[in-house]
């Protein structure tokens, strides 16, 4: 029963995370997850409240990655862009 309530829920955050960003008005950044090495930079750097990061561990890739949680709380400052060490972010959007 837990197994199919976390698969419930695993479904309605992949939806949530789907829609979201038809919603912003405003440029916000997307992470490549093959270059993400988890550092965390992203998440320190951003000024953003809330923060729009939040480095979790990869199942899939076994390895921690950054995800974008809060994109509508992004103020297009670029400073996880220039504090990426590997290049893995960028501001996408309306212009
Ligand atoms: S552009 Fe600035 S506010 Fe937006 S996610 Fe990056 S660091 Fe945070
Ligand atoms: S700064 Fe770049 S490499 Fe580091 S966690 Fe963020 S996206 Fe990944």
Redesign the pocket.
Known sequence: MSLFVGATRRVALIIEEMHLPNKISHK??IVDKDLCIGCGN?HG????EPN??EIKFDTERGEEKSCVVAPE?????????TQCPVQA?N?TGPD
């Open positions: 916000y950044p992203c750097c951003c000024p953003a729009v990061f709380a992004c103020i297009e400052c670029e400073l996880c862009v972010i501001l």
